[in-house]
Nanobody, 119 residues
Framework: QVQLAESGGALVQAGDSLRLSCAAS????????MGWFRQAPGKEREFVAR????????SYADSAEDRFIISRDNSMNTVNLQMNSLKPEDTAVYYC????????????WGQGTQVTVFS
């Protein structure tokens, strides 16, 4: 079992930056892919970014490319999402997830943290 806890969500103005963190516990993450997803009101949950824990390889959705940076902190067992140049359309509940680095199927999910961007 992997327990995930997100933090860092806030109400911010368009153009601001925000850093989300996901604290993982329960297992070592060497075999996992760690992902950030988001779900806006009335929309389906969508992929934002991913990092493969053991080698640090990252992948981004088009909407996050060039604005968001996903990273990991091995000593703290956390995954971070640095979000820059935020837009109102980034408003959503952001979820952290852990899953197989081979299949990229996400098994464990956090409770989510709310990000609201106003113009």
């Amino acid at each position: 079992q992997v327990q995930l806890a997100e933090s860092g969500g806030a109400l911010v103005q368009a153009g601001d930056s925000l850093r989300l963190s996901c604290a993982a516990s329960g297992r070592t993450l060497g075999n996992y892919a760690m992902g950030w997803f988001r779900q806006a009101p009335g929309k389906e949950r969508e992929f934002v970014a991913r990092i493969i824990w053991f080698n640090g390889v990252t992948s981004y959705a088009d909407s996050a490319e060039d604005r968001f940076i996903i990273s990991r902190d091995n000593s703290m067992n956390t995954v971070n999402l640095q979000m820059n140049s935020l837009k109102p359309e980034d408003t959503a509940v952001y979820y952290c997830a852990a899953g197989s680095r081979r299949s990229l199927e996400y098994t464990y999910w956090g409770q989510g943290t709310q990000v609201t961007v106003f113009s």
